[in-house]
């Protein structure tokens, strides 16, 4: 696994950089969920970081990673990303925490919400473009400008490295863990997680979740090379946006340590949206939910196993979730 640098050496240097800034969130079993499904069902509580997201992890790595190796000074113009949201928030906690400046480019689809709680962490925030690539090229803009760094949202080493420390926890709260279920879209979480367990517990399945419209992952892991897809509305928005037409990271990564691959519907991670708030009291956002809505979706067959679902991030508005309660209802 070493060509893509997430090795085990670097996940365990990831989690050494993370300690104090990010939560090592708890890994609890669902009763309800176990019953239901003749499984023990878990519940990876990423909406525990101090932003909602577990995205904090491979921010709060690449910064620490950066300082280690080009000392303060290389950042003191900052540090600039392009993001859906949970990754933008990362990177301005992270930033502020760091004491490094941070610029944040959104598209016009996110949520105001969103853009609101970047610039509460004292960042700066644009909005520019009707898509992730069209906000890269303002990024690619102000690093030939103003010498700013990139920290990407997912196509890193050490980014993918933060992000592991998940399947580290995993490993350690539930060594026996038969299979761990993960959204999809950039493969930072996925390939991180998969890269941690498929070194510790080879014979861990892992299965990752695109939404079924919009799913660059799924097109680009079909086509064998990045592939654009056009950005489409959905519930689980952070699962949207393209994997970067010169992805070197993740691509080849989740083709490694995944398993298998499937497709959710609107309709089903609204049924898990809904059932995650009514009967675990958990309010996710709809990226956060796709593991159930898989396991629903597709009648997964997960019996007598332990299963891991990676409880994301909670950056939901009450307005999207009135939405996910009005697709149930239908």
Not at 3 to 19: C, K
Not at 127 to 132: E, L, M
Not at 139 to 166: K, N, W, Y
């Amino acid at each position: 696994m070493h060509d893509h640098g997430v090795s085990l050496e670097a996940l365990y240097q990831a989690r050494r950089r993370i300690v104090g800034e990010v939560v090592r969130t708890r890994l609890v079993r669902s009763a309800a969920l176990s019953a239901r499904f003749d499984a023990d069902i878990l519940l990876k509580l990423e909406t525990c970081q101090p932003t909602g997201a577990f995205k904090l992890r491979g921010a709060v790595n690449m910064l620490a990673a950066l300082i280690e190796g080009l000392g303060r000074e290389a950042l003191r113009a900052g540090v600039v990303t392009a993001s859906t949201g949970n990754h933008g928030r990362a990177v301005a906690h992270a930033a502020a925490r760091l004491g490094v400046p941070a610029v944040v480019y959104l598209s016009r689809l996110v949520p105001d919400n969103k853009v609101a709680a970047i610039e509460a962490l004292g960042a700066e925030a644009r909005r520019v473009g009707a898509s992730q690539d069209e906000a890269f090229f303002e990024v690619e803009r102000l690093m030939s400008e103003r010498g700013m760094i990139l920290i990407p949202p997912f196509d890193d080493p050490r980014v993918v490295a933060g992000q592991g420390t998940i399947g580290l926890e995993l490993m350690e709260d539930c060594p026996s863990l038969d299979r761990v279920i993960v959204g999809l879209s950039g493969g930072g979480l996925l390939g991180g997680i998969g890269a941690a367990v498929k070194a510790i517990r080879s014979d861990c399945r892992v299965t990752g979740v695109s939404l079924s419209r919009g799913a660059a992952m799924w097109e680009s892991l079909k086509a064998g090379h990045p592939v654009e897809v056009e950005e489409v509305e959905s519930l689980g928005d952070s699962l949207g946006g393209g994997i970067g037409r010169d992805n070197h990271c993740t691509l080849p990564l989740v083709r490694e340590v995944m398993d298998d691959h499937v497709q959710v519907s609107e309709r089903a991670i609204a049924g898990a949206m809904v059932d995650l708030l009514e009967h675990e009291k958990r309010l996710v956002e709809g990226a956060a939910a796709v593991g159930l809505a898989a396991i629903e979706e597709h009648g997964l067959d997960v019996r007598g196993q332990r299963v891991a679902l990676i409880l994301s991030g909670n950056a939901v508005s009450l307005a999207t979730l009135d939405r996910a309660r009005a697709l149930v209802d239908r």
